[in-house]
């Protein structure tokens, strides 16, 4: 059967609008599959910056599609400090705070304080739905504790995602180990279910690289309309290899990388190619020699001082690089 040329350009218009609308993505872990992030980390506050975590506090958004009308669960993998995943310093004495927000002032677009990127607590904004202390506790090593149920209208709605926004903050509030967890949003307790439609971001990421040489590490910031450029800032990167920047126009810019316990920022350019897209940020590893448990933390902002998100499930899908072509008439 053949389609009509105005039935195939309605069906390409549709295809694009999926791509590319933040509400049909299918994205619940975090760190995301196509991130290839092992685990989140937050040190306890009184831990060294030299360690990999320059604030000891995480905060993720997760978004909740406006037909989704079901109760789901806010999952933390791991989330006691000791045992298999968890990093020590000398004992485990490490107690982590983790918290659940909705409710009005959660939304970080229309309140840019509960993004959490200035040095006051004004990110715990919102209505507290649910919170717990962890420590040394083997009950929750390697296993789930499941926040909830949450019904969506307890989140703060955002019109332009058309979805409700819960937060979640993790704080390290005494010790100095590192605590290593994921997350996942689920419709079920006890099983992880996906919630189609739904996604997670920050606006910095502080995350454990693998201890092996081989992997590469992504995250996806999404590049809004009226950017031209971005300003990126790792921290204790270790100098443990190289980072890159692919995009659909970018075959994979190298940015300046910061030693331990150390800073580095740079201005990227964006191009008109790359608006309403993700980035994809790849941490390849050092491979002369294994740098272990390497911890760093990102963030963006574009030319205006504004924070960019990085979305678990990319905006758009994973960019690939796509190279002009450029045809010349042959001369004679």
Same mark, same amino acid.
């Given at each position: 059967?053949?389609?009509?040329?105005?039935?195939?350009?309605?069906?390409?218009?549709?295809? $694009?609008?999926?791509?590319?609308?933040?509400?049909?993505?299918? =994205?619940?872990?975090?760190?995301?599959?196509?991130?290839?992030?092992?685990?989140?980390?937050?040190?306890?506050?009184?831990?060294?910056?030299?360690?990999?975590?320059?604030?000891?506090?995480?905060?993720?958004?997760?978004?909740?599609?406006? %037909?989704? /009308?079901?109760?789901?669960?806010?999952?933390?993998?791991?989330?006691?400090?000791?045992?298999?995943?968890?990093?020590?310093?000398?004992?485990?004495?490490?107690?982590?705070?983790?918290?659940?927000?909705?409710?009005?002032?959660?939304?970080?677009?229309?309140?840019?304080?509960?993004?959490?990127?200035?040095?006051?607590?004004?990110?715990?904004? =919102?209505?507290?739905?649910?919170?717990?202390?962890?420590?040394? @506790?083997?009950?929750?090593? *390697?296993?789930?504790?499941?926040? =909830?149920?949450?019904?969506?209208?307890?989140?703060?709605?955002?019109?332009?995602?058309?979805?409700?926004?819960?937060?979640?903050?993790?704080?390290?509030?005494?010790? %100095?180990?590192?605590?290593?967890?994921?997350?996942?949003?689920?419709?079920?307790? *006890?099983?992880?279910?996906?919630?189609?439609?739904?996604?997670?971001?920050?606006?910095?990421?502080?995350?454990?690289?693998?201890?092996?040489?081989?992997?590469?590490?992504?995250?996806?910031?999404?590049? %809004?309309?009226?950017?031209?450029?971005?300003?990126?800032?790792?921290?204790?990167?270790?100098?443990?290899?190289?980072? $890159?920047?692919?995009?659909?126009?970018?075959?994979?810019?190298?940015?300046?990388?910061?030693?331990? /316990?150390?800073?580095?920022?740079?201005?990227?350019?964006? @191009?008109?190619? @790359?608006?309403?897209?993700?980035?994809?940020?790849?941490?390849?590893?050092?491979?002369?020699? $294994?740098?272990?448990?390497?911890?760093?933390?990102?963030?963006?902002?574009?030319?205006? =001082?504004?924070? $960019?998100?990085?979305?678990?499930?990319?905006?758009?899908?994973?960019?690939?690089?796509?190279?002009?072509?450029?045809?010349?008439?042959?001369?004679?």
């Amino acid at each position: 059967m053949k389609l009509g040329s105005r039935v195939k350009k309605l069906i390409a218009l549709l295809m $694009l609008a999926m791509a590319f609308s933040p509400g049909l993505v299918h =994205g619940q872990a975090v760190p995301g599959k196509d991130e290839n992030i092992p685990f989140l980390v937050t040190f306890g506050k009184f831990g060294e910056t030299s360690w990999g975590d320059d604030d000891f506090v995480s905060i993720f958004f997760f978004t909740i599609p406006k %037909d989704f /009308n079901r109760q789901f669960y806010i999952k933390v993998f791991d989330p006691d400090c000791g045992g298999q995943h968890d990093e020590i310093q000398g004992v485990f004495d490490t107690k982590t705070l983790f918290s659940v927000y909705g409710g009005k002032g959660v939304d970080p677009d229309k309140n840019v304080e509960s993004r959490g990127l200035k040095d006051t607590d004004n990110y715990k904004q =919102g209505n507290l739905l649910a919170s717990k202390v962890f420590g040394n @506790e083997p009950t929750y090593d *390697n296993r789930y504790y499941a926040f =909830g149920p949450f019904n969506p209208t307890e989140g703060d709605y955002n019109e332009k995602w058309r979805s409700y926004i819960f937060k979640i903050v993790c704080e390290g509030i005494s010790g %100095d180990d590192g605590n290593l967890y994921r997350y996942f949003l689920s419709s079920d307790k *006890n099983n992880d279910i996906p919630i189609e439609g739904a996604n997670a971001f920050t606006y910095e990421y502080t995350f454990r690289m693998w201890n092996d040489n081989k992997s590469i590490s992504h995250i996806y910031p999404y590049v %809004d309309t009226g950017i031209v450029s971005i300003k990126q800032r790792n921290f204790d990167w270790d100098d443990d290899g190289i980072i $890159l920047v692919v995009s659909t126009y970018k075959q994979g810019l190298p940015v300046p990388v910061s030693n331990e /316990n150390d800073t580095v920022e740079s201005v990227i350019p964006i @191009e008109a190619a @790359e608006i309403g897209k993700s980035l994809d940020f790849q941490f390849h590893k050092k491979k002369e020699f $294994l740098v272990r448990n390497n911890n760093v933390v990102i963030a963006l902002e574009n030319q205006r =001082g504004d924070a $960019l998100q990085f979305f678990s499930s990319p905006i758009g899908g994973v960019p690939v690089y796509q190279p002009v072509i450029s045809v010349r008439k042959k001369t004679k």
